[in-house]
């Protein structure tokens, strides 16, 4: 069964690049749809690994991006309880330094086992690509083996993802 998690909470096992199959648009500037989608999300994860947050920021919508200050601005007392700051940063890359580089004195996961559970998605598998016009859905099994915290034999992360095309480029269209 798959899920589909608002960015926020799916940031750790975000989606993420491999192989995949779809729907493909081979006469699409930049290759492919599929290819597309794939780099888009290869460079979402990474950036989010690297802790490269304006460069995550890209690969989103402005829907998505929207909804993450909804999130913050309308469960600040939780994000304060998590963070230990009062303060919610209004840009994207601000807001992704305060949840992925805050010490998360409220959180479970521990920050090596927050960083670990960022750089498997940078090695999560595309199972399925599927695309109707301007938006679509990537499918993609996230690999856990190894990350600190999590119980051995735990299976991977299942996931899907929303994406759009926006102003002619691929994006992450997580809401």
Known sequence: MFARRPVLLALAAAALLAGGCGGDDDGAPGGSTNDQIRAVFRTYTAALADKEYGKACAQLTAGS?????????????AVEKLTGSDETPSDCPGQFRLLLGAELTGGKASEKTRDELLRASTKARIDEIRVEGDAGTVQVTVPLDGVSGVPPGTPPQQSLTAVRRENGAWKIDER
């Open 65 to 77: 991006k929207a909804a993450i200050t909804e999130k913050l601005v309308t469960r600040k007392a």
